[in-house]
């Protein structure tokens, strides 16, 4: 069955460091792939989201790019800030329906 | 516009009572979904709405829990006789494609 892998956390980083979150993914087709963030005390928000092979979706300076031929989709961010501090969830939605398939989360510590 | 709202905020009962936990989507979205979050866990699916198709309810951890939506609005989640394991953030989203959007969930804590 379809499912999402993430790299394990806690991820531990000084400010202004460069943040990768491990995405990777098992699906039939052609899913959409997601990013969402959880503030602590807070809800599940969207970050970005890519629909095909090689968009990139961005958003508040995070990147992830929908790497078709490494079933990947990993997060980036070129200068983590403590306000970046969260628990980040990677998904998916297949073709056929919009459920999403959740990945495990990885909480993401950003030190000053 | 408004968002997915979500009722009580926090709720604290004793082994062995009845919860109702409610769910406000956002107003259009077809499609409404709850989730369990665990302490430290992700998200687990419990129960899946669209439109007026029968509900998918293969993510019901025992038949305690239940589900309904109400005109294709309103959702209710309702958990009989809790154990303390059912204690976790209860969440609820709304969809019109592909994107959920989230409430703020219902923090159980079952004594």
């Known amino acids: 069955g379809n499912s999402v892998t993430q790299m394990e956390g806690p991820v531990t980083l000084s400010e202004e460091a460069f943040l990768t979150i491990n995405c990777t993914y098992t699906?039939?087709?052609?899913?959409?792939l997601f990013w969402y963030v959880q503030y602590p005390g807070e809800g599940l928000q969207l970050l970005l989201k890519?629909?095909?092979a090689d968009d990139k979706g961005s958003n508040k300076g995070f990147e992830a790019t929908y790497r078709k031929e490494t079933t990947s989709f990993h997060l980036e961010k070129g200068s983590v800030q403590v306000s970046d501090s969260a628990v980040y969830f990677c998904?998916?939605?297949?073709?056929?329906?919009?459920?999403?398939?959740w990945g495990a989360g990885t909480k993401l510590i950003i030190k000053p | 516009g408004a968002g997915v709202s979500q009722s009580p905020s926090n709720k604290v009962t004793e082994k062995g009572k009845d919860v109702e936990l409610r769910c406000d989507p956002i107003?259009?979205?077809?499609?409404l979904y709850w989730y369990r979050q665990s302490l430290g866990q992700g998200l687990e699916f419990l129960i899946y709405?669209?439109?007026?198709?029968?509900?998918?309810k293969s993510g019901l951890p025992s038949d305690r829990f239940s589900a309904e939506r109400t005109g294709g609005s309103v959702s209710t989640l309702t958990i009989q006789r809790t154990q303390q394991e059912d204690s976790a953030v209860y969440l609820c989203?709304?969809?019109?494609?592909?994107?959920?959007?989230f409430g703020p969930g219902t923090r159980l804590l079952v004594l």
């Open positions: 709405f669209q439109g007026n198709s029968a509900p998918d």
């Open positions: 998904a998916l939605s297949e073709e056929s329906n919009y459920q999403l398939i």
């Open positions: 699906a039939t087709g052609y899913p959409s």
């Open positions: 989203a709304s969809s019109q494609g592909r994107v959920q959007y």
């Open positions: 107003s259009g979205h077809t499609a």
């Open positions: 890519a629909t095909k």
